[in-house]
C-alpha cells in the first residue's frame, strides 16, 4: 500500500447550532474517550470529512456509494484517474469533452 505525502493543511471556521454540535458530539462511539462536547463534534467532523474525500479518492469504497447516496453521482464526471496511483480517482484537472476549454 502507498502512502501518500501529508499535505498542507488549510484552517476552516464552521459556524453551527448549538444542537447540531450536541448530535455530532454523540457520534464519537462508544469506546472513543470522552473529550468535551465541543471537542467530540470536532473529531466527528473531521472523520466524516476525510470519509467523504476516501469517497470520492477511491471508486468502489463504501464511502464513495454513501456519497452518492447523499450527492448522487454526478459528482463522478469531475473526477479522473489520478495517473500516480491508477487505483484512485482526483478532481479532474481538465475539461471533460464539450465542456469549456475551446475557443
Known amino acids: 500500500m502507498t502512502t501518500r505525502p501529508k499535505a498542507p493543511t488549510v484552517p476552516i471556521t464552521l459556524e ?9 458530539a454523540a ?3 462508544p469506546f472513543a474517550e470522552d473529550r468535551g462536547q ?3 463534534a470536532r473529531r466527528a467532523l473531521l ?3 476525510y470519509s467523504a474525500a476516501d469517497g470520492m479518492r477511491r471508486p468502489g469504497s463504501w464511502e464513495r ?4 447516496q447523499a450527492f448522487g453521482d454526478d459528482f463522478t464526471e469531475r473526477l479522473e ?5 491508477t487505483r484512485h480517482q482526483r478532481p479532474r484537472r481538465s475539461p471533460p469533452a464539450g465542456e469549456g476549454g475551446g475557443a
Open 16 to 24: 453551527l447550532e448549538e444542537d447540531v454540535i450536541e448530535l455530532l
Open 38 to 40: 465541543l471537542e467530540n
Open 65 to 68: 456509494g454513501w456519497l452518492v
Open 47 to 49: 472523520h466524516l470529512v
Open 81 to 85: 484517474r489520478d495517473p500516480a496511483d
Open 27 to 29: 457520534l464519537r462511539g
